[in-house]
């Protein structure tokens, strides 16, 4: 390689440890609009020639460049940040390059001092001056840099020509057209920009055929209208909706689970499909396009976004198995191959074939179905075991989608091995669900949510965190009862900014399918369900105050601002913090994770964080019972009893 | 963008975080010849077929990969190891595909188990083992497949059919010839195998011209060759010289770097080039080519390589600002600039212009003269200040070099900010001077050298632990005396696998130039001295000691295996480890780090990592003073008194 060639490569300034970056760029960091983006890297060069830099950024596909100078802060780390205004995809890059002038105006500035000045030391800096003339783009500038030479060369005395180069006019002019000739250049990186909804969401799902309030007649859309009230009272932002299409007829599931449907059994949404269409269908019995229309403007007129579920498997009855068999996995007998974990069977769904040789159309026929739900409205979609399809699938497909429609917000529902659930993160995903479920120690909890909102992960995994599903009745709230429900809900909805709960939850519904299940008995996913919801609800109006804090707390619309603290050698208690980066809204929450019993313990309270000095009162505010307190310093003392109050929301402020 | 060609950039089967990998690749990890090279790496794909993956590696330039098997140990983390055998640059990478075949047994095995096995089942084995067939390379193992296939299509019924597929030499069989047409691979990554030299090294440093008999006389090349015993007895393997090429003329300095030289001084040979020559010619009072190959000659016999300094500067009488004045920098008056920090000027001394226009000519002239001094048979060069000269000059040097002459070693003398000089480690020097010199404390050194030895540095810096050079003479050992001399050799020798000392440390000598100052009183840089090597050595015998305790115990040859352990409250008292990566040697160093004061304490001993059980004595046998000691379980007791000795130097066996 010539030595030139080679000097391309390998640049003069050095620029590395960039941050944020993902995997050396090879996937996109997640920020919403509105947010600051701070950019730092290690910037330096062999000897003592002072550099310069600058961030760049710019909105995928524009042209221009918009940038802004970066500041070295320490031990050669530079940082500078730039606004996201855009629901874009954004690209950014460092260039940095030798500040010539600045490094020989250093020097100068000691040789004043010195008073030992040479003549060939003002030439020098006379003639970067003048190469930096062309550069000038302001007639107002050019003049300024004509009168400085003028005035260099008719001043005989050396020292005191230098000096007139020191002055800040003529730093700041210089820094103005700087020589970048030479720069080096940062690869270019990328940032999805999501609306803050992708952040700061709570999630309520239901299924709309168990919206009736006539018992033994199907949910409709209509239904789900009647019930947007009360599911804005609670405070909640998205409605989650199961798979509404069409629904196989081939071994369709009976209630709970069993494989001998009755002729009135509705089956399972997620086996999607028959000979009323596929997934640009809607199930007849929910209602028609327009009904559904309807909820969708209905929901969002009280805030709420609808939200669909995207399964991507197929009924034997789906319209693809017939337009399509070669989407599908074909048996040796040319058969198309169902589920199966052997020796178990799950017939009546088929797996999709992402990789079959008639991808092309397969991908874009799949991408054409969340296409076509965007061009209705929807905006969010919750998408069902996306770690069992494939993952350049997500990759793709979620990057053209938001290059269409950027607003549109992807919930992986993966429950799958660690890296596995990263991955789909990096893929794109907006928020993942999590592990949050099966957590209910200080250690295992304190562990995990620092994973996921102070690691790396923080930068492209949202973790939406739910206490139940359809699928998960967690042990701990079949024995907990309602104490536990609350305890959870306080969990979810104030370690992480988006979480979500599952319809029932707000009466405590807690029976499962059978002792030691997880599973629901009489579950929504195989049968019809009524629910009378006229009746009192157990926790209705604390799921309401829980959701009016997180409204009101800006603090709590962050995801990787969670800090934990100590709880003595209490450890059914947990106590954490989160604090704008402003420190204008500062919130405490201490959570009794016992609930059996009442705990208390003296608590850590980092009120250096808030800015308060140690002999400062402050004031905490608890947003659930409306007691007000003054503490001081960091010890203070909390009893938490589950029969009365599972948690304190504290909001502090200078007492 | 097509899908098909997304899904060629974006692979099916992920392979990300590897180790060891230096910024994304961008930089080689180093090792030495015999090390075994271990690459971790995660490696998963979406749902649950499994994967197969294999390192491959090769010496750069040679066409053939070899490869070895990766195993899965943890958590989607895969291992293999492969050993480097030649000195040279070598490259790895990893190459992961789906194990269809292996993914169908496994299912094959249940359904076998759960006795339902469809003889659509046992067709797609057949299909699978078929298409292996023509990648099959051995005529046996064709027939095994042949009577294989046989065999099953005898077999009526399926289970007993789909049973024979499940074999451990169907399974070897089928793992020897895998469908790797949809691999996907890893970027390629390069690793510098150094010779043990570069890891495992005591380096000596003397001026020629100081090692004359008699007094006021230059010291000659047939002088050191006579010094060379004395050298050896003590048990260094590198002899380092500064520059030994004729020393400028103009602006010369004189002793104790004063400014006005006698016309008999010999100046500072790092002032280089004069009418009798530049880098590539010899000094004429230290004699002729043939006394310097002579010196090496019988260096190699004593099992000590000579080391020469390569320090890019030159006097203003050095040919080159002759022959090419635009290699400098050059004022507007038409001279050539000297060093400068304003307003302190070193006029003896002409800086490069790495950057100059030509650069093509001056990169290759620079290359040429560590080409010559390779040529005569030097492998191991001590680069003076590089990173004051262009960072892609060193990578782009150092890699033409080694290709031509891969045993050869760089020792980069760079005392300059932290990630300036990790950078030199990065661009490819094998060693580097560190900042140990100025870590006296405890807390200051174990911080450190966890840094240097256990920090992602380790693959690519290996700091060499000087307690004195000629620029260096550190306020410890002013004031420490001879207990501080042994106690910082101790350190550096056992510390570091590679450590050196400036000539007249095993003297005791300490007298700075003034008080507050590190230079040396009558440096050797500036004058020629004589010194009576025939006296007694103060520290000769302890200095042999400790060399051969570092060639008698392999653990103290290896650079990343250093371990800091509990020394009670006494933070006078450093206790450490270093152990082979088989466990067969182990040793056990506290160093007493007051020089004024016997210190004592209990210290924690990792018996555990050694294998011992709790109650199993075991025996720690001290190098320095012979002693052998039983010690048991974690806590032992030991007291040190400087003024007897500095330091345990233990091995520990099984007691």
Redesign the interface.
Same mark, same amino acid.
């Given at each position: 390689m010539?030595?030139?060639k080679?000097?391309e490569e390998?640049?003069?300034i050095?620029i590395?440890s960039v941050t944020p970056e993902l995997?050396?760029g090879r996937y996109a960091v997640k920020r919403v609009t509105g947010d600051c983006v701070e950019v730092q890297a290690?910037i330096?060069?062999?000897?003592?020639d002072l550099i310069a830099a600058a961030l760049k950024y710019r909105v995928m596909g524009t042209t221009e460049w918009q940038e802004t100078p970066m500041l070295k802060f320490d031990?050669?780390r530079w940082r500078a940040e730039f606004p996201v205004m855009n629901i874009a995809r954004y690209e950014y890059t460092i260039e940095a390059w030798n500040d010539r002038f600045k490094t020989w105006q250093n020097?100068?500035r000691?040789?004043v001092?010195?008073n030992?000045v040479a003549?060939?030391d003002v030439?020098?800096g006379?003639?970067l001056v003048e190469k930096a003339f062309p550069r000038i783009q302001s007639p107002h500038h050019s003049g300024q840099v004509e009168t400085l030479l003028k005035t260099v060369r008719q001043t005989a005395d050396p020292v005191a020509a230098g000096g007139l180069f020191l002055s800040e006019d003529v730093t700041r002019l210089m820094d103005e057209y700087p020589d970048r000739s030479?720069s080096s250049h940062y690869r270019t990186l990328e940032i999805i920009v999501d609306p803050l909804l992708a952040r700061f969401s709570a999630w309520y799902e239901f299924f709309p055929r168990s919206q009736s309030p006539e018992p033994g007649r199907s949910g409709t859309f209509v239904d789900c209208i009647d019930q947007l009230p009360r599911v804005a009272e609670m405070g909640f932002d998205v409605l989650y909706l199961p798979p509404i299409h069409p629904i196989g007829r081939s071994n369709r599931k009976g209630p709970n689970n069993s494989l001998d449907a009755g002729p009135h059994d509705p089956g399972s949404p997620w086996a999607i499909g028959n000979e009323n269409g596929g997934h640009k269908a809607i199930e007849p019995s929910l209602g028609t396009f327009e009904d559904f229309d309807r909820l969708v403007k209905a929901a969002e007129k009280l805030g709420i976004a609808v939200a669909l579920d995207f399964a991507i498997q197929c009924s034997p009855d789906h319209p693809y198995v017939k337009s399509h068999p070669e989407w599908f996995f074909i !048996? $040796?007998?040319g058969?198309i191959k169902y589920a199966?974990?052997?020796?178990k069977k799950y017939q009546d769904i088929y797996p999709i074939n992402f990789?079959c040789d008639n991808?092309?159309a397969l991908?874009?026929e799949l991408m054409s179905v969340v296409q076509f739900w965007c061009q209705r409205g929807i905006k969010v979609f919750r998408v069902d075991n996306?770690?069992?399809?494939?993952?350049?699938f997500w990759?793709?497909l979620i990057a053209e989608i938001k290059r269409e429609f950027p607003e549109t917000i992807f919930l992986a529902e993966a429950f799958t !091995? $660690?890296?596995?659930m990263r991955?789909l993160g990096k893929a794109g995903f907006s928020q993942s669900y999590t592990y949050f479920t099966w957590r209910n120690g200080r250690a295992e909890l304190t562990e995990y949510l620092t994973e996921l909102c102070q690691s790396e992960m923080k930068d492209y995994f949202r973790g939406n965190l739910w206490p139940n599903t359809p699928d998960i009745l967690h042990e701990f709230l079949q024995e907990g009862g309602l104490p536990a429900f609350r305890l959870r809900l306080v969990l979810a909805a104030t370690l992480s900014s988006t979480y979500g709960i599952y319809s029932g939850y707000e009466l405590g519904i807690n029976t499962p399918v059978k002792a030691g299940s997880e599973e629901y008995l009489n579950s929504d996913k195989y049968q019809i369900n009524h629910v009378d919801w006229s009746q009192p609800h157990n926790l209705g109006g604390f799921i309401r105050q829980v959701n009016q804090a997180r409204r009101q707390n800006q603090a709590l619309q962050y995801y990787d601002n969670l800090r934990f603290y100590q709880s003595g050698n209490n450890d059914k208690l947990l106590v954490y913090g989160k604090t704008t980066p402003d420190r204008a809204n500062n919130v405490l929450v201490v959570v009794n994770l016992d609930p059996h019993q009442a705990q208390e313990s003296w608590i850590g309270v980092p009120f250096w964080e808030w800015g308060f000095s140690e002999h400062e009162p402050y004031q905490v505010h608890d947003l659930l019972s409306g007691a007000i307190y003054k503490w001081q310093g960091e010890y203070n003392f909390v009893r938490l009893d589950p029969a009365v109050q599972p948690a304190h929301i504290f909001v502090v402020t200078k007492g």
């Amino acid at each position: 390689m010539s030595i030139d060639k080679f000097l391309e490569e390998s640049q003069q300034i050095i620029i590395e440890s960039v941050t944020p970056e993902l995997d050396g760029g090879r996937y996109a960091v997640k920020r919403v609009t509105g947010d600051c983006v701070e950019v730092q890297a290690d910037i330096f060069r062999d000897g003592h020639d002072l550099i310069a830099a600058a961030l760049k950024y710019r909105v995928m596909g524009t042209t221009e460049w918009q940038e802004t100078p970066m500041l070295k802060f320490d031990n050669d780390r530079w940082r500078a940040e730039f606004p996201v205004m855009n629901i874009a995809r954004y690209e950014y890059t460092i260039e940095a390059w030798n500040d010539r002038f600045k490094t020989w105006q250093n020097d100068m500035r000691k040789r004043v001092e010195a008073n030992q000045v040479a003549p060939s030391d003002v030439l020098e800096g006379v003639a970067l001056v003048e190469k930096a003339f062309p550069r000038i783009q302001s007639p107002h500038h050019s003049g300024q840099v004509e009168t400085l030479l003028k005035t260099v060369r008719q001043t005989a005395d050396p020292v005191a020509a230098g000096g007139l180069f020191l002055s800040e006019d003529v730093t700041r002019l210089m820094d103005e057209y700087p020589d970048r000739s030479f720069s080096s250049h940062y690869r270019t990186l990328e940032i999805i920009v999501d609306p803050l909804l992708a952040r700061f969401s709570a999630w309520y799902e239901f299924f709309p055929r168990s919206q009736s309030p006539e018992p033994g007649r199907s949910g409709t859309f209509v239904d789900c209208i009647d019930q947007l009230p009360r599911v804005a009272e609670m405070g909640f932002d998205v409605l989650y909706l199961p798979p509404i299409h069409p629904i196989g007829r081939s071994n369709r599931k009976g209630p709970n689970n069993s494989l001998d449907a009755g002729p009135h059994d509705p089956g399972s949404p997620w086996a999607i499909g028959n000979e009323n269409g596929g997934h640009k269908a809607i199930e007849p019995s929910l209602g028609t396009f327009e009904d559904f229309d309807r909820l969708v403007k209905a929901a969002e007129k009280l805030g709420i976004a609808v939200a669909l579920d995207f399964a991507i498997q197929c009924s034997p009855d789906h319209p693809y198995v017939k337009s399509h068999p070669e989407w599908f996995f074909i !048996r $040796p007998d040319g058969t198309i191959k169902y589920a199966e974990n052997p020796p178990k069977k799950y017939q009546d769904i088929y797996p999709i074939n992402f990789y079959c040789d008639n991808r092309e159309a397969l991908w874009t026929e799949l991408m054409s179905v969340v296409q076509f739900w965007c061009q209705r409205g929807i905006k969010v979609f919750r998408v069902d075991n996306p770690h069992t399809k494939a993952l350049p699938f997500w990759e793709w497909l979620i990057a053209e989608i938001k290059r269409e429609f950027p607003e549109t917000i992807f919930l992986a529902e993966a429950f799958t !091995r $660690p890296k596995v659930m990263r991955s789909l993160g990096k893929a794109g995903f907006s928020q993942s669900y999590t592990y949050f479920t099966w957590r209910n120690g200080r250690a295992e909890l304190t562990e995990y949510l620092t994973e996921l909102c102070q690691s790396e992960m923080k930068d492209y995994f949202r973790g939406n965190l739910w206490p139940n599903t359809p699928d998960i009745l967690h042990e701990f709230l079949q024995e907990g009862g309602l104490p536990a429900f609350r305890l959870r809900l306080v969990l979810a909805a104030t370690l992480s900014s988006t979480y979500g709960i599952y319809s029932g939850y707000e009466l405590g519904i807690n029976t499962p399918v059978k002792a030691g299940s997880e599973e629901y008995l009489n579950s929504d996913k195989y049968q019809i369900n009524h629910v009378d919801w006229s009746q009192p609800h157990n926790l209705g109006g604390f799921i309401r105050q829980v959701n009016q804090a997180r409204r009101q707390n800006q603090a709590l619309q962050y995801y990787d601002n969670l800090r934990f603290y100590q709880s003595g050698n209490n450890d059914k208690l947990l106590v954490y913090g989160k604090t704008t980066p402003d420190r204008a809204n500062n919130v405490l929450v201490v959570v009794n994770l016992d609930p059996h019993q009442a705990q208390e313990s003296w608590i850590g309270v980092p009120f250096w964080e808030w800015g308060f000095s140690e002999h400062e009162p402050y004031q905490v505010h608890d947003l659930l019972s409306g007691a007000i307190y003054k503490w001081q310093g960091e010890y203070n003392f909390v009893r938490l009893d589950p029969a009365v109050q599972p948690a304190h929301i504290f909001v502090v402020t200078k007492g």
